[in-house]
């Protein structure tokens, strides 16, 4: 059973750094790409970034990159987002979640983690 658990998320302060870790259980990288996406109250749920399953490419949202980066960790069965020079507007929940393919639309993701809350705020 594909299983993933989030965690990580807090409270910070613009400009700071945070990684927020995903760990999943019942598949391999090689069959699934992971995915974080956040959603916030004023905001729509959107993709962050993804990592792929084939050859762990990578890909972002503009409004993260040169900020954000993704990353697994296939011993630790754990993919990363690390999130540097955060602002305020990065307040969300954020999820990871799997795909068969590397994508950043919503839909083709059928597993996501239960959530972990950043709040950015001075």
């Known amino acids: 059973q594909v299983h993933l658990v989030d965690s990580g998320g807090g409270l910070l302060q613009p400009v700071g750094s945070l990684r927020l870790s995903c760990v999943v259980s019942?598949?391999?990288?090689?069959?699934?790409?992971i995915g974080w996406f956040r959603h916030s109250p004023w905001k729509e749920r959107e993709g962050v970034s993804c990592?792929?399953?084939?050859?762990?490419?990578?890909f972002y949202a503009d409004s993260v990159k040169g900020r954000f980066t993704i990353s697994r960790d296939t011993a630790k069965n754990t993919v990363y987002l690390q999130m540097n020079s955060l602002k305020p507007e990065d307040t969300a929940v954020y999820y990871c979640?799997?795909?068969?393919?590397?994508?950043?639309?919503?839909?083709?993701?059928?597993?996501w983690g239960q959530g972990t809350k950043v709040t950015v705020s001075s």
């Open positions: 979640a799997a795909a068969p393919w590397a994508t950043m639309t919503l839909a083709d993701f059928g597993t």
């Open positions: 019942g598949f391999t990288f090689d069959d699934f790409a």
């Open positions: 990592i792929s399953a084939s050859d762990g490419s990578t």
